[in-house]
């Protein structure tokens, strides 16, 4: 059992209630690095409000599978936690539907971010305002006065081995000023290649592993080597663990989130040196 769960964490989300969205439409996408099958998405108005859903990898012969939605829930605590730019939600598990079959399976939710105004994908973004073929992409987040925003993204980064963090799963937002969106779109990450506990066991934690970044390197160690200032986020401590995985005893094995907290905890040793005190 994670530690502290009774005292803190009340009833496991695997115990609750199903939720039945059955009626809800999904639509896919296609994997990316380490990852196989499609990524479902959909959105849900509820009280007007519209929230953004997600499960984690499908195809039809295996139906839902991996963890990426679980993976969503925990990167948004660890970015609360820390003062990161990251859409809080909460995880839910539901009865849906998917290509004329039901299946029971672990759907992240969150409050859309999106306001008035509009909003463009950072790589198209880049297109349209680069000064020059030679600008890059972090140069031009310089130019914009999103420099820390994008240190505190490769941090982030970093924390929970996100490996997808491409042109797409970043938007800027237009509302008047031009400013970065929330980082959304952070369930490639942890241990989401490993299938099983065996080869949750033989993950290597440390090990700096291909990512997708489209600012900066395709490495979120080198990335890190480009923050050259201190920025402002909040103090990791290891009583946050209890917080980091609150009420999700028996969602997955023990092992994952025992090797989830050894990432977070490992790396923040080396992203500790990038705080602002």
Known sequence: ????????????????????IRDIVWSKAAGSVESDGVHMKSELS??????????????????????????ELIAARLGDLLGFPVPTGELRKSLIRVDDTEHEAYVYMARSYKTTGSRVAFNDFYVGYRLSGSESPLDLCKRFGWTEYVYKM?????????RDRHGANLEVMKNGEKALSPLFDNGLSFVCSCM?????????????RPVNNFIGEKSLEANLEKIDKKIGY???KETDRVKIFERLHGVLPDSYFTAIWQIIWRRWQNVAQFRLA
């Open 1 to 20: 059992m994670i530690n502290g769960e009774k005292k803190h964490g009340g009833e496991s989300i695997a115990n609750e209630k199903v939720w039945d």
């Open 46 to 71: 509820i009280d007007g409000v519209n929230h953004y859903l997600k499960l984690s990898r499908y195809d039809s012969y295996n139906g839902i599978y991996g963890h990426e939605s679980v993976n």
């Open 154 to 162: 490769f941090v982030f980064d970093y924390l929970i081995i996100n």
């Open 196 to 208: 099983n506990e065996k080869q949750v066991a033989s993950f290597t934690i440390m090990e700096d």
């Open 234 to 236: 909040n103090e990791l």
